[in-house]
């Protein structure tokens, strides 16, 4: 259950913010006509439609997740979590919103749905169980809002890159990567403080860092971080000074380009997994106090199930306290 669940956390995390990373991209970024039509083509409506569903569903399939861990298979629906189901309600809206209002075809109603949606994830795991909590919210919204920008704005830059050097517009690509790599610089200065600050918040003590599960994986997420964020660099002072030249170097800024896309999804992925394990250490021995769970249980379980938090306190969706 504890893979399927981070497992799914990390397809709901790509959902949804590359679908809100898009719409800001489009919004933003893609400003002019050509560009836009290049966002709001039929298979980028249809990709945005699609991926906002999965963000649906896998929020859906969370909420049951957890709850099932809580009371079991035969008395789930007992044990839905507050938390959790608001969650559900606000990615379920926020993703009908992009669906009925068309995609990167209306951007204004459809960036409202998929901001919804990104706040759901704010409202479960440790940015509700770590305090102070409304420090640790507001923190948490920055960090998803700039973590959607730079992947999904990255995915978006590259496929209108891509559409205006094959239609010959190329003064237009040159305005949209100066105006991406700008803004981009903005997401990761902003995911730099906001996780810096998170991570202090919620560890226990800096040696947690490599003593725990949690600990381990955030240093994981920031290697591949760091990469990308080396591969974000090597474009802006090499390859993008060039750009307005005729010999503009545009395949071997794609091509890391898309590398640097590659690796953002991967720390998603890390990041559905880090999110579902505990930073705090477990007991030594062999047993907890009580002889009956074993040690490291609290890493995998859900914190209404594990103790340390019930169905009506913040924190219990996600599989570990
Ligand atoms: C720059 C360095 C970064 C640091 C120090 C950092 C740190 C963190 C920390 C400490 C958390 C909270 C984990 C938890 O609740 O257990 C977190 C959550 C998260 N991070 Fe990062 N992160 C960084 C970069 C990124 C990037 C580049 C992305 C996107 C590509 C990203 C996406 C996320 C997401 C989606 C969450 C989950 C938020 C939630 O569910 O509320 N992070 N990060």
Known sequence: MAIAVQALTGLQYLSLLVTAGLLLCRVTVARGRDAAQA?????????TRVLASAAALTSV???VAAAIDVAGWSRWT??????????????GTGSLIVVVAGGARRPVPTLAGAL????????????????????????????LLAGAFWTGGLIGT???IAALRSDGTAEEAVVVIRRFSSAALVSVLVLAVSGGLMTVLILDAPAALVTTGWGRA????????????????????????AIATADAP??????????????????????????????HESPPGGALGNGQSPVGAQETMPIAASGVGGPGEPGAPRMAP
């Open 39 to 47: 966002l709001g083509s039929v298979a980028a409506v249809r990709r």
């Open 116 to 143: 919804l949606g990104l706040l759901g994830p704010a409202l479960t795991g440790h940015s509700v169980s770590v305090g102070p909590r409304p420090l640790m919210l507001v923190v948490d919204v920055g960090h």
């Open 78 to 91: 007992a044990g839905i979590i507050p938390q959790q189901l608001a969650a559900a309600v606000l990615v």
């Open 218 to 241: 955030l240093l994981l997420k920031l290697s591949v971080v760091g990469v990308a964020v080396g591969l974000a660099a090597w474009n802006r002072t090499r390859l993008l000074p």
């Open 158 to 160: 590259v496929a209108v």
């Open 250 to 279: 545009w395949e071997r800024l794609l091509r890391i380009m898309r590398r640097e896309a590659v690796l953002l999804l991967g720390v998603l992925v890390v990041t559905g997994v880090l999110v579902n394990l505990s930073p």
């Open 61 to 63: 399939a969370l909420m």
